[in-house]
């Protein structure tokens, strides 16, 4: 989680956000994908080293303040043991006071990445979108909700869909927010979803997607499935950072393209370290979500 409060100075900050991360197993390479609400507030970002509540060592500057934020770093053993021991975060600030901070984590058992490239047919718009998934029981464990957060950038937004459909197709309506309508805020998104077994078995088959349609896209500017984190252990952090941490992630095959996260995710297998070296382009996917 990132918010005011988690900064080593705690501020009071309303804006928020959400941030995909993946690590390459062979390169070394991080890179991430940030979307925030707070485009008139932020001047500057950081990547940064330190547990949670400490000040920290900045590891490097983030390429713009403006949302949505690409980039990417490659990282040395040292720093692959502080991402896979929840001590890498991202931080923004405000006319150089620190705003906002969250350390990366894989708490949430699904994310979701929208884009205009995940339309059918594809669509041409600098928009993006992130956020996080989970599923939750009542005390009773008789009803299960999936619990979501979305954060994105798309102008003129009509809605937030939750549909059932696998990726490549399009399916019916199963939640439908259309608060933006009475002049409510557009991001973050939050809801819930009451699903019995069969739904839960479609999002365990990543059956369901979200869509933002738009004033310009009446039928989706920005659409993503609903991804689940599988365990994995991959090469290149030390036995002790194995030990420490029980790390969920997300691995898929990645073209080589501009931006990994425009690319289609696939799981692949579920695997010790050992045997990650045998993939060409192997990734992992860690979360952060900025509330």
Same mark, same amino acid.
């Given at each position: 989680?990132? %918010? @005011?409060?988690?900064?080593?100075?705690?501020?009071?900050?309303?804006?928020?956000?959400?941030?995909?991360?993946?690590?390459?197993?062979?390169?070394?390479?991080?890179?991430?994908?940030?979307?925030?609400?707070? #485009?008139?507030?932020?001047?500057?970002?950081? =990547?940064?080293?330190?547990?949670?509540?400490?000040?920290?060592?900045?590891?490097?500057?983030?390429?713009?303040?403006?949302?949505? =934020?690409?980039? %990417?770093?490659?990282?040395? !053993?040292?720093?692959?043991?502080?991402?896979? /021991?929840? &001590?890498?975060?991202?931080?923004?600030?405000?006319?150089?006071?620190?705003?906002?901070?969250?350390?990366?984590?894989?708490?949430?058992?699904?994310?979701?990445?929208?884009?205009?490239?995940?339309?059918?047919?594809?669509? %041409?718009?600098?928009?993006?979108?992130?956020?996080?998934?989970?599923?939750?029981?009542? !005390? #009773?464990?008789?009803?299960?909700?999936?619990?979501?957060?979305?954060?994105?950038?798309?102008?003129?937004?009509?809605?937030?869909?939750?549909?059932?459909?696998?990726?490549? /197709?399009? @399916?019916?309506?199963?939640?439908?927010?259309? #608060?933006?309508?009475?002049?409510?805020?557009?991001?973050? =998104?939050?809801?819930?979803?009451?699903? #019995?077994?069969?739904?839960?078995?479609?999002?365990?088959?990543?059956?369901?997607?979200?869509? =933002?349609?738009?004033? %310009?896209?009446?039928?989706?500017?920005?659409?993503? &499935?609903?991804?689940?984190?599988?365990?994995? &252990?991959?090469? @290149?952090?030390?036995?002790?950072? &194995?030990?420490? /941490?029980?790390?969920?992630?997300?691995?898929?095959?990645?073209?080589?393209?501009?931006?990994?996260?425009?690319?289609?995710?696939?799981?692949?297998?579920?695997?010790?370290?050992?045997?990650?070296?045998?993939?060409?382009?192997?990734?992992?996917?860690?979360?952060?979500?900025?509330?």
């Amino acid at each position: 989680m990132m %918010s @005011g409060a988690e900064v080593a100075q705690p501020v009071q900050a309303e804006a928020g956000g959400c941030a995909i991360v993946s690590y390459d197993c062979n390169t070394k390479i991080m890179e991430y994908l940030i979307v925030h609400d707070a #485009d008139e507030l932020v001047t500057s970002g950081v =990547i940064g080293l330190g547990e949670q509540g400490e000040f920290g060592t900045i590891l490097d500057s983030l390429p713009t303040a403006t949302s949505p =934020i690409f980039g %990417s770093i490659r990282l040395t !053993n040292s720093q692959i043991h502080a991402l896979y /021991t929840n &001590q890498m975060y991202f931080q923004l600030y405000a006319q150089g006071t620190a705003f906002m901070r969250g350390n990366l984590n894989a708490d949430w058992d699904y994310f979701i990445y929208l884009s205009g490239s995940n339309e059918l047919p594809a669509v %041409s718009t600098p928009a993006k979108g992130c956020g996080l998934a989970r599923v939750a029981r009542d !005390n #009773d464990e008789e009803d299960i909700a999936l619990l979501f957060s979305i954060y994105h950038t798309v102008r003129s937004p009509l809605s937030l869909e939750l549909r059932r459909g696998a990726e490549g /197709t399009a @399916g019916p309506a199963e939640l439908v927010i259309d #608060d933006f309508i009475r002049g409510e805020t557009s991001s973050p =998104i939050r809801g819930d979803l009451f699903m #019995d077994d069969d739904d839960i078995a479609a999002l365990q088959a990543e059956e369901f997607y979200f869509e =933002i349609p738009s004033a %310009s896209h009446l039928i989706g500017e920005i659409r993503g &499935q609903v991804r689940r984190l599988n365990p994995c &252990q991959v090469a @290149g952090i030390s036995y002790s950072a &194995q030990e420490e /941490t029980s790390v969920n992630v997300f691995s898929y095959f990645q073209s080589i393209d501009a931006s990994r996260f425009s690319g289609r995710y696939n799981i692949i297998y579920n695997s010790p370290a050992a045997s990650v070296s045998v993939f060409a382009w192997v990734s992992v996917v860690m979360l952060v979500i900025l509330v």
